[in-house]
């Protein structure tokens, strides 16, 4: 029996269209933990570990740039600076701008500085709820048009604001790796960043990429559908990727800015191709946020979406865009 190559991600398993040894073999791959999930990166053509190794590099020094909690990253300094100016990196200032525009298109439901609010919630179910009085004092201070940029330096207006990357900075990292690969002759690979995945050329023997989508709130191994894409970037958010019940109610980390609870829409997983991987951050977790009734409206504004796959909570999907999809049997 011939072995097919299979690479597991958090959200998505990536298989190839049909079987071959050659396609077993010949490759270089490698997974660490980072950015808090696995990340794992394979190179079909030309396989290269030295590219491996210093793609996760690349990932590790963009994490210490990015994270909220790790003392004296530039996100860190920003959130730190009681209102006043604080210098940033180039990739910093970049992704910070991307995501005020994406507050912008959104009408603000997604909201870099949802820090204060975020950091309230604990997803394990260990700490419980918040208290209320605390998520309306948090939600005060999320307000993405109150970031200032001047030259080189981030400002938040309200000093209590914190800025929070996490809805994109996944992407901005996949989007990176995969600048750094093609930079470097790497003409087949997939980047997996904990479920933000990105397609580089074609896969094995010239075939379109595979990619499984897990079925919501289903067991390892069952899965809603296959994406078949080129090479694209495919990002999942979904109600039960971090999430914990409590008293029968299902409490999930996509939060609501407006209202610092956990958002209830129609949709309860958005999965997005793009020609980036940060706009699939950031559009999968809005079109959850805005509901399948808006949706299209939003995909139209933004140019970086090939096309989308919202499941809803009553079972069905929505598909928007030209993208190949089948259902499981």
């Not at 980390?253 to 706009?279: R, Y």
Request: net charge negative.
């Amino acid at each position: 029996m011939k072995k097919c190559f299979f690479a597991f991600s958090a959200v998505f398993v990536l298989l190839f269209s049909g079987c071959s040894q050659e396609r077993a073999e010949g490759f270089a791959g490698g997974t660490e933990f980072l950015l808090d999930t696995i990340c794992t990166i394979t190179i079909f053509d030309p396989p290269d570990h030295a590219l491996i190794s210093r793609s996760f590099e690349l990932c590790a020094e963009y994490e210490a740039l990015f994270s909220i909690t790790i003392e004296g990253s530039d996100i860190w300094r920003v959130n730190h600076a009681n209102g006043t100016p604080a210098t940033v990196s180039p990739s910093t200032l970049e992704i910070i701008m991307e995501g005020m525009r994406y507050g912008g298109l959104s009408g603000g439901m997604f909201d870099i500085t949802i820090g204060r609010l975020s950091g309230l919630w604990d997803f394990s179910g260990d700490s419980g709820i918040p208290d209320e009085a605390d998520i309306e004092l948090a939600g005060k201070t999320v307000d993405y048009t109150q970031i200032i940029s001047h030259g080189d330096t981030i400002q938040l207006n309200n000093p209590d604001a914190w800025i929070d990357l996490g809805g994109i900075a996944k992407g901005y990292i996949a989007d990176r790796i995969a600048d750094f690969l093609v930079e470097n002759g790497v003409e087949s690979a997939i980047i997996d960043l904990g479920g933000n995945i990105v397609t580089i050329g074609e896969g094995p023997g010239g075939r379109l990429w595979r990619v499984g989508v897990r079925a919501p709130f289903g067991g390892d191994g069952e899965y809603f559908g296959i994406i078949e894409a080129g090479a694209a970037s495919i990002v999942t958010s979904g109600t039960d990727q971090r999430s914990f019940e409590l008293d029968g109610e299902l409490y999930h980390h996509i939060l609501d800015p407006f209202t610092g609870w956990p958002v209830t829409s129609d949709v309860i997983s958005a999965t997005v191709v793009t020609s980036s991987s940060l706009a699939g951050d950031a559009m999968s977790t809005i079109l959850l946020l805005a509901g399948s009734e808006n949706a299209a409206e939003l995909i139209r504004q933004s140019p970086d979406v090939i096309g989308a796959l919202l499941i809803l909570d009553n079972g069905s999907h929505v598909l928007h865009g030209d993208i190949g999809f089948a259902l499981m049997q």
